[in-house]
Each structure stands twice: as structure tokens, then as C-alpha cells.
């Protein structure tokens, strides 16, 4: 079956959408450029009384593929290896069971949902050979594995007891958190570079010094010239730096004192002086520059709704397990587990 195909079939199953993904936390900056090469610088809502849980690790994805179903008379296979069959029904399975951000990574990447169909297909032919060797039949084998379905069933459970309602945050709350978090939503004030980057000798070596120290003045002479290329100098012969030197967008608080501070006093598509750090020298272009902006409540709505939910989430599981726990205090053999915990050094 064709890859084509295969993008076609997900796509008349409905797999291929739009899916809401997961934003960074509020302590974090809401918008961010990434970092430039050798550039870079090394409210909690009220709780409902409800029982809520106590704080458990996230589920992680599916490692095997979901248990084969009996085949429906007109269900649609997705893929298909051996006697192995991926239906519609196992991928939707499949995808239901990832976490929003692979979700929406899928959701974008037609080529990765591709790809995880052949992983399920792959852990299909494993599943039949262990199953012919009777492999999951040896008892260390079925001993992980009653622990593992046991771990599976406490964290559904848990996930189940410990799901805020479809209606919280209201409107009310959302607006409390944004006002007491707006802060972090700050998006700093950022800068369109280009730069020329030529790196630093190893100390005590004269003959590269010089040779750096000629690049250095090279550099400076062409750019000097009337009707410089910036671009086209950052290429050149013994300078060839990616995409002509093109940094993008770069956020103030992402470049060293040492280069903020020129480019903070250069015009727009001027050029700096050589700037020498410990790892070299750098000329930069400014090209551009983004005033810094608080982002409004509608652009991080969707990054609150699911930070609160989260939150609350959390609060409910380790309220549910304190109250489980207060109503069937554990009682624990103190003198036994001490002699158990000691007897590997006897």
C-alpha cells in the first residue's frame, strides 16, 4: 500500500485535523525566537470540594499496537502486513490514546501518522511470533504483566476521578489568572539579525591568529565597499556561513550583554563593529526590530484553559488518594521490611 494511499485512507477517517496543542506553562515566555548560533546566553485557581488526586506521572503512549478486534464486514484497513491489519477503528484507538502534543503532531504531519501505522503493523508481527512461542506464557513474563495492567487501571482510574468539569475555568476564572499571570506573557522585544561569525584561534598559535586576524580585516574591507552585500560577504570563500547569515528573529533576552548592547544602538540594516568574545569575533546586521508586547487574553486562552485544567487536575488526585488514604490508613510491617531492605548486605 502506497504512502499516498495510506494519507488518503487517514484522511477519509478523519485522523488528519486540526488538533489544539499544548503551550508552555505560564513562568515561560509566551513567544520565542530560536536561539541564535554562539549568540545565545549560557495563580493557582480555588479547588473545588471535591475529592482530587494526587500527582502522578503522565501515561505515555501506546508501546504495542492495540489488541486485534474481530474484523466488522465493511471496516476500512489502514495497512496491512502479512496476516497483520491496521483498521480504522485500531488507528483511531491508537491516536485517542496519545497525548495532546503527539496528537497535534500527527495532526500536521500526514508522514509521521504514515509512519506510526507501520510501527503498529511492526509490533503486530512481534505480537504473533511471541504468541506462537507462547512467550507471554513464562511467569516472570505474566508477573510484569499483571503489574503493568495493574499500573494501567490505577492511572485510568485515577484520570477518571481527577477530570475537572467540561465547564471549568469559567470566563470568571480565566480572567483572574491572566490578570495574576500577565506578566509572563510578555513578549520581549525582538531582533531580525544577520551576522558574520569568525572564530577564535587556539591560544599561542601564531600562524592561525594571523590567518583569522587577515579573514577579519577581509570581511571588514568588502563590507565597507560601496553597495556592500552583507548577505553575499557572510558566503564567501572562507566564510561560508548558512543562509548568507541570516539569524531571524531573536529575542533581547536571548543575546550576550556583549552584543546587545551594539545592536541596541544600530539603525535598522546597519552593521556593527567587530565584536570579540571568547569565542570570536561577530559583525552583526540589524535588519529589523519587534517591540516588546503583552499578549492578550484571547491569544493564551486556549494555554490557560489547559494550564488551569491541569492544575486542577492534579489538586483533585491528591485529594481523592489523601481521603482513600484517611479512610484506609495503611498499616506497614515495619520490623519485616527493615530485615528485607538489610538482607542483600548479609
Same mark, same amino acid.
Given at each position: ?20 496543542? =499544548?503551550? #508552555? ?19 493557582? &485557581? ?11 506521572? !503522565? ?7 492495540? !489488541? ?11 495497512? *496491512? ?22 496528537? $497535534?503532531?500527527? $495532526? ?12 503498529? +503493523?511492526?509490533?503486530?508481527?512481534? +505480537?504473533?511470533? =511471541? ?11 505474566? !508477573? ?14 485515577? /484520570?477518571?476521578? %481527577?477530570?475537572?468539569?467540561? %465547564?471549568? &475555568? ?17 513578549? &520581549?522585544?525582538?531582533? /531580525?539579525? #544577520? /551576522?558574520?561569525?569568525? $572564530? ?7 600562524? $592561525?591568529?594571523?590567518?583569522? *586576524? ?57 552593521? %556593527? ?12 546586521? +540589524? ?24 492544575? *486542577?487536575?492534579?489538586?483533585? *488526585? ?5 481521603? +482513600? ?14 530485615? =528485607? ?6
Amino acid at each position: 500500500m502506497s504512502n499516498l494511499h495510506i494519507v488518503k485512507s487517514l484522511r477519509s477517517i478523519g485522523l488528519v485535523a486540526a488538533v489544539t496543542v =499544548l503551550v #508552555a506553562p505560564f513562568d515561560a515566555p509566551a513567544q520565542s525566537a530560536a536561539p541564535a548560533p554562539r549568540m545565545a546566553q549560557a495563580a493557582k &485557581p480555588k479547588s473545588q470540594p471535591q475529592p482530587a488526586a494526587a500527582q502522578a506521572a !503522565a501515561t505515555p503512549a501506546p508501546a504495542t499496537a492495540p !489488541a486485534p478486534a474481530p474484523a466488522k464486514a465493511n471496516e476500512e484497513i489502514i495497512g *496491512r502486513v502479512g496476516d497483520a491489519n491496521i483498521s480504522a477503528d485500531d488507528l483511531r484507538s491508537y491516536v485517542a490514546a496519545l497525548g495532546a502534543r503527539e496528537q $497535534a503532531a500527527l $495532526a500536521k504531519d500526514p508522514a509521521a501518522l504514515s509512519q506510526a501505522v507501520r510501527l503498529l +503493523l511492526a509490533n503486530r508481527l512481534v +505480537l504473533q511470533e =511471541l504468541q506462537a512461542k507462547k512467550w507471554d506464557q513464562q511467569p516472570a513474563i505474566t !508477573a510484569q504483566l499483571a503489574r503493568a495492567r495493574e499500573a494501567a487501571l490505577v492511572e485510568l482510574y485515577l /484520570q477518571s476521578v %481527577s477530570t475537572p468539569p467540561a %465547564s471549568f &475555568p469559567s470566563d470568571d476564572d480565566l480572567q483572574k489568572v491572566y490578570d495574576a499571570y500577565r506578566a509572563s506573557f510578555l513578549v &520581549p522585544r525582538q531582533f /531580525q539579525l #544577520a /551576522q558574520i561569525f569568525i $572564530a577564535a584561534p587556539k591560544e599561542g598559535d601564531k600562524a $592561525a591568529e594571523d590567518k583569522a *586576524r587577515q579573514q577579519l580585516d577581509d570581511v571588514q574591507r568588502k563590507l565597507k565597499a560601496p553597495g556592500a552585500d552583507f548577505t553575499a560577504v557572510a558566503g564567501g570563500d572562507g566564510n561560508a556561513a548558512k543562509d548568507g547569515g541570516d539569524l531571524g528573529w531573536v529575542p533581547e533576552t536571548q543575546l550576550r550583554p556583549e552584543i546587545r548592547s551594539q545592536v541596541m544602538g544600530l539603525a535598522k540594516n546597519t552593521v %556593527s563593529e567587530p565584536i570579540k568574545l571568547d569565542d570570536g569575533w561577530h559583525i552583526v546586521k +540589524l535588519i529589523d526590530t519587534r517591540a516588546s508586547y503583552t499578549r492578550t487574553l484571547p491569544e493564551v486562552r486556549d494555554q490557560l484553559v489547559q494550564q488551569i485544567r491541569a492544575e *486542577r487536575s492534579q489538586m483533585m *488526585r491528591r485529594a481523592y488518594l489523601a481521603e +482513600l488514604l484517611k479512610q484506609h490508613p495503611p498499616v506497614l510491617n515495619e520490623l519485616a521490611l527493615s530485615s =528485607l531492605l538489610d538482607a542483600p548486605k548479609k
